[in-house]
């Protein structure tokens, strides 16, 4: 278990296997069981620079709910043979498109592979404002490409200046790619607030190869005031 903490966010991630190569491929076999794939990650907010007018705690009021209130974004994942692939990005923007949080993302890409593979998960790139961060920022949103299995992560509902944000609908997303620029997007809404919810994200595939990949399954949302 490694505990990265960054400006502003904890991410608790358990890295279950070795960075795959420059590529960001996946010829490093995993060898951790199954069951210890399930991985959770904490994020107090984002790190990563987020547009000019995105919310903090000042001035509005806080979403009910008490300190152990958390967001948790699960999905089955299925690692891919080959190079370039396996990347995939994990965050939480609000109700109007503005970027929260980055719960995880694939060390290659948030560390700079993003320069060398300009077609890898290129929405959380742009939406994280990835370009601006430093590395110590970006490098305490990421881990190593994980095994195959069911993966869990969570967000305890704070900006990125660690202040619990305002009730309302947030928005989830998680986007892979495989196979170099096969992309996966899944996108859903739910509702931060003081009643517990659950919703199901969508999918777009740009592929047909990534229709049929089965790289990322069906996202769900799942919020515990």
């Given at each position: 278990?490694?505990?990265i903490q960054g400006a502003g966010l904890l991410v608790t991630a358990l890295l279950l296997v070795p960075l795959a190569t420059a590529c960001g491929g996946s010829d490093l076999a995993a060898s951790s069981s199954r069951e210890a794939n399930s991985l959770t990650g904490t994020a107090a907010g984002s790190s990563l620079a987020a547009?000019?007018?995105?919310?903090?705690a000042a001035g509005v009021q806080a979403a009910a709910g008490g300190a152990s209130r958390k967001l948790e974004i699960s999905f089955p994942f299925v690692r891919q043979d080959g190079i370039a692939t396996n990347q995939f990005a994990v965050w939480v923007e609000d109700g109007k498109g503005r970027f929260v949080a980055t719960l995880y993302a694939t060390r290659f890409i948030a560390t700079g592979g993003y320069k060398l593979r300009p077609e890898a998960i290129p929405t959380?790139?742009?939406?994280?404002?990835?370009?601006?961060?430093?590395s110590e920022e970006a490098d305490a949103v990421s881990g190593a490409t994980l095994s195959s299995g069911p993966l869990k992560f969570t967000w305890d509902g704070k900006d990125r200046y660690g202040h619990p944000v305002p009730a309302g609908n947030y928005r989830f997303y998680v986007e892979g790619t495989t196979r170099w620029e096969n992309r996966i997007l899944y996108e859903g809404t739910i509702a931060v607030g003081k009643k517990r919810a659950t919703a199901k994200a969508a999918v777009k595939y740009?592929?047909?190869?990534?229709?049929?990949?089965?790289?990322?399954?069906?996202?769900?949302?799942?919020?515990?005031?």
């Amino acid at each position: 278990m490694k505990r990265i903490q960054g400006a502003g966010l904890l991410v608790t991630a358990l890295l279950l296997v070795p960075l795959a190569t420059a590529c960001g491929g996946s010829d490093l076999a995993a060898s951790s069981s199954r069951e210890a794939n399930s991985l959770t990650g904490t994020a107090a907010g984002s790190s990563l620079a987020a547009p000019t007018g995105s919310p903090s705690a000042a001035g509005v009021q806080a979403a009910a709910g008490g300190a152990s209130r958390k967001l948790e974004i699960s999905f089955p994942f299925v690692r891919q043979d080959g190079i370039a692939t396996n990347q995939f990005a994990v965050w939480v923007e609000d109700g109007k498109g503005r970027f929260v949080a980055t719960l995880y993302a694939t060390r290659f890409i948030a560390t700079g592979g993003y320069k060398l593979r300009p077609e890898a998960i290129p929405t959380w790139v742009k939406h994280s404002g990835l370009a601006k961060a430093s590395s110590e920022e970006a490098d305490a949103v990421s881990g190593a490409t994980l095994s195959s299995g069911p993966l869990k992560f969570t967000w305890d509902g704070k900006d990125r200046y660690g202040h619990p944000v305002p009730a309302g609908n947030y928005r989830f997303y998680v986007e892979g790619t495989t196979r170099w620029e096969n992309r996966i997007l899944y996108e859903g809404t739910i509702a931060v607030g003081k009643k517990r919810a659950t919703a199901k994200a969508a999918v777009k595939y740009t592929t047909e190869e990534a229709t049929q990949s089965g790289m990322i399954g069906q996202v769900t949302a799942v919020y515990t005031p």
